[in-house]
């Protein structure tokens, strides 16, 4: 596998000096379509995306201005070591100050970045050419050694990396060139490139021990760092990405109350804005010089029946609860439109191993009515919901309605969002989680769907599926790996203990002066990579 195969060409704003030279070439929205066919992207959503990316880049980017920006989270665990990051705003500043190796595009391909490019043979021996030329913000020439150190850290316990469970595959990291790295697996993965492209893996200096002066080789340079509170970063003129970045500074703050968040955009204090409630979507887009910024993603919220106990571990009971979803309902209702209907598997549309070819299971009140009565599952039915799980307690209330039309009693048990996952999610015989976008499908089945996963909602285990899941790892050839992973899509939707009713979109909102956003489906603000991809209209 090499990145000269057509694994995923041209696709999305992360690849954005690829997409700017076809623009300028003249590249219609039909040939911007085409690529991002090309990797993968179901025909609506490919179409929708081309639109908005030839917007963006119609729009003549200008340089200069300061950026103030609001995430959803400030805590003074805030840090910029990468491998302890967790959550949207250390990964917003992440990307503003460091590079991997690769970056996921619109369709969460990988993509070069540090490294220009990246072959294997096997899938287990992988070989990174360095880019040339680039610096860290102190000046330093980037170097394998950089490269070395910043993937095996993660290995060592003492990191405490958040990553370590996917960075415990790698057997060794060598410079094997002046400009060249070589990574060895203990077995096949065709994602490495795309693992190496998430926010832990960033490259740091060889030897760093102290991160809070954030030298990375991003498109930012950082001037002030108080955890919890702010940060200020400028741009770095030595950027390696030709005419990148545009804008002079940024400020990041984090507000974790959403009416506080929004109260400060349409106030001026803010020019973009994090993680909008869609009840809050009228009065943003009513207020004149503000719009909404929305990324459809892999995210969800799904009832959880346990295979293991209670009446989960009737297969009856638990495709009358799937049917039982009426979807369109729950999107209009709900989500207010911000979501698109899911089919009790969980590989979303934006993601290029999509099974789009999997029947809908309809809402259909006498199939659920059919296998209730073979289950003969009577009585009342606890299921626990928190506002903790997006969503959940508004799908539990529609689900407890329309249960009423079969004859089953759904007792919803209402719990705080303080103390959920650790004490009712996975630990309820019927529930509900929420699962965030995952950069790849093999991350999001192994670590939720896998037989001996932690995260494993249902406790559904199958042999079969656990062999297909390994061997979609060692496949290269995309048509291939596509068909497995479609298989395994069609297990989980028919045996699975998991209804998974709609995917998520993410919601941002922004001064109409804010130019350039595109969606990466790895959650708002561009998938956390706005900064070097936005500027300030005049």
Same mark, same amino acid.
């Given at each position: 596998?090499?990145?000269?195969?057509?694994?995923?060409?041209?696709?999305? !704003?992360?690849?954005?000096?690829?997409?700017? @030279?076809?623009?300028?070439?003249?590249?219609?929205?039909?040939?911007?379509?085409?690529?991002?066919? /090309?990797?993968?992207?179901?025909?609506?959503? /490919?179409?929708?995306?081309?639109?908005?990316?030839?917007?963006?880049?119609?729009?003549?980017?200008?340089?200069?201005?300061?950026?103030?920006?609001?995430?959803?989270?400030?805590?003074?665990?805030?840090?910029?070591?990468?491998?302890?990051?967790?959550?949207?705003?250390?990964?917003?500043?992440?990307?503003?100050?460091?590079?991997?190796?690769?970056?996921?595009?619109?369709?969460?391909?990988?993509?070069?970045?540090?490294?220009?490019?990246?072959?294997?043979? @096997?899938?287990?021996?992988?070989?990174?050419?360095?880019?040339?030329?680039?610096?860290?913000?102190?000046?330093? !020439?980037?170097?394998?050694?950089?490269? $070395?150190?910043?993937?095996?850290?993660?290995?060592?316990?003492?990191?405490?990396?958040? =990553?370590?469970?996917?960075?415990?595959?790698?057997?060794?990291?060598? =410079?094997?060139?002046?400009?060249?790295?070589? $990574?060895?697996?203990?077995?096949?993965?065709?994602?490495?490139?795309?693992?190496?492209?998430?926010?832990?893996?960033?490259?740091?200096?060889?030897?760093?021990?102290?991160?809070?002066?954030?030298?990375?080789?991003?498109?930012?340079?950082?001037?002030?760092?108080?955890?919890?509170?702010?940060?200020?970063? $400028?741009?770095?003129?030595?950027?390696?990405?030709?005419?990148?970045?545009?804008?002079?500074?940024?400020?990041?703050?984090?507000?974790?109350?959403?009416? +506080?968040?929004?109260?400060?955009?349409?106030?001026?204090?803010?020019?973009?804005?994090?993680?909008?409630?869609?009840?809050?979507?009228?009065?943003?887009?009513?207020?004149?010089?503000? /719009?909404?910024?929305?990324?459809?993603?892999?995210?969800?919220?799904?009832?959880?029946?346990?295979? @293991?106990?209670?009446?989960?571990?009737?297969?009856?009971?638990?495709?009358?609860?799937?049917?039982?979803?009426?979807?369109?309902?729950?999107?209009?209702?709900?989500?207010?439109?911000?979501?698109?209907?899911?089919?009790?598997?969980?590989?979303?549309?934006?993601?290029?191993?999509?099974? +789009?070819?999997?029947?809908?299971?309809?809402?259909?009140?006498?199939?659920?009515?059919?296998?209730?009565?073979?289950?003969?599952?009577?009585?009342?039915?606890?299921?626990?919901?928190?506002?903790?799980?997006?969503?959940?307690?508004?799908?539990?209330?529609?689900?407890?309605?329309?249960?009423?039309?079969?004859?089953?009693?759904?007792?919803?048990?209402?719990?705080?969002?303080?103390?959920?996952?650790?004490?009712?999610?996975?630990?309820?015989?019927?529930?509900?989680?929420?699962?965030?976008?995952? !950069?790849?499908?093999?991350?999001?089945?192994?670590?939720?769907?896998?037989?001996?996963?932690?995260?494993?909602?249902?406790?559904?285990?199958?042999?079969?599926?656990?062999?297909?899941?390994?061997?979609?790892?060692?496949?290269?050839?995309?048509?291939?790996?596509?068909?497995?992973?479609?298989?395994?899509?069609?297990?989980?939707?028919?045996?699975?203990?998991?209804?998974?009713?709609?995917?998520?979109?993410?919601?941002?909102?922004?001064?109409?002066?804010?130019?350039?956003?595109? !969606?990466?489906?790895?959650?708002?603000?561009?998938?956390?990579?706005?900064?070097?991809? $936005?500027?300030?209209?005049?």
């Amino acid at each position: 596998m090499s990145t000269r195969q057509p694994l995923a060409p041209f696709v999305g !704003p992360q690849d954005s000096q690829r997409f700017m @030279d076809a623009l300028a070439r003249g590249a219609s929205r039909r040939d911007i379509l085409s690529m991002l066919l /090309a990797g993968g992207m179901q025909a609506g959503l /490919a179409g929708s995306l081309a639109g908005i990316a030839v917007s963006a880049h119609a729009q003549t980017p200008r340089k200069g201005g300061r950026l103030r920006v609001a995430g959803a989270t400030a805590a003074v665990t805030d840090t910029l070591d990468p491998a302890k990051q967790s959550n949207q705003t250390d990964y917003s500043r992440g990307t503003m100050l460091y590079n991997g190796l690769t970056s996921l595009d619109a369709s969460l391909s990988p993509q070069p970045a540090l490294a220009e490019s990246f072959t294997s043979k @096997d899938a287990r021996t992988w070989v990174f050419t360095l880019r040339k030329g680039v610096t860290f913000h102190d000046g330093k !020439p980037l170097a394998p050694a950089d490269v $070395v150190f910043s993937l095996m850290r993660h290995k060592d316990p003492a990191t405490a990396s958040k =990553a370590k469970a996917l960075a415990d595959q790698i057997d060794s990291v060598k =410079a094997s060139g002046p400009n060249e790295v070589t $990574v060895v697996l203990s077995a096949p993965n065709a994602d490495l490139p795309v693992i190496l492209g998430t926010f832990h893996f960033h490259i740091v200096k060889d030897g760093t021990t102290d991160f809070s002066a954030g030298i990375g080789t991003g498109p930012y340079k950082l001037k002030e760092f108080k955890p919890g509170v702010r940060s200020l970063a $400028v741009r770095n003129e030595a950027y390696w990405k030709p005419g990148r970045p545009y804008l002079d500074e940024i400020e990041f703050v984090g507000i974790a109350d959403e009416t +506080a968040r929004v109260n400060a955009l349409l106030s001026g204090g803010m020019d973009l804005v994090a993680a909008v409630n869609p009840r809050s979507v009228a009065r943003v887009q009513g207020t004149p010089g503000y /719009a909404i910024f929305t990324t459809q993603s892999g995210q969800y919220s799904d009832l959880v029946m346990r295979k @293991d106990l209670g009446p989960g571990a009737n297969p009856d009971f638990v495709l009358a609860m799937k049917h039982l979803f009426d979807r369109e309902q729950m999107k209009k209702s709900i989500a207010l439109g911000h979501a698109v209907v899911a089919n009790d598997q969980p590989i979303d549309p934006t993601n290029r191993f999509h099974f +789009a070819g999997l029947p809908q299971r309809a809402f259909d009140l006498d199939k659920a009515r059919f296998h209730l009565q073979k289950s003969g599952i009577g009585g009342k039915v606890a299921i626990v919901t928190s506002p903790a799980a997006l969503y959940s307690v508004e799908i539990a209330l529609v689900l407890q309605q329309t249960a009423q039309k079969i004859g089953l009693e759904l007792d919803i048990k209402r719990m705080p969002a303080d103390g959920y996952w650790s004490n009712h999610w996975l630990n309820s015989p019927v529930g509900f989680g929420n699962i965030n976008p995952r !950069p790849s499908a093999d991350a999001l089945l192994t670590q939720f769907f896998k037989s001996d996963a932690t995260w494993n909602e249902s406790r559904w285990k199958n042999a079969q599926f656990d062999q297909l899941l390994l061997a979609s790892r060692a496949e290269t050839d995309f048509a291939k790996r596509k068909q497995l992973y479609a298989d395994m899509q069609t297990l989980i939707h028919q045996e699975a203990g998991i209804g998974i009713p709609l995917f998520l979109a993410s919601i941002d909102g922004h001064s109409t002066k804010v130019k350039g956003l595109s !969606p990466i489906p790895l959650g708002g603000l561009m998938g956390y990579s706005f900064a070097e991809h $936005v500027w300030l209209e005049a």
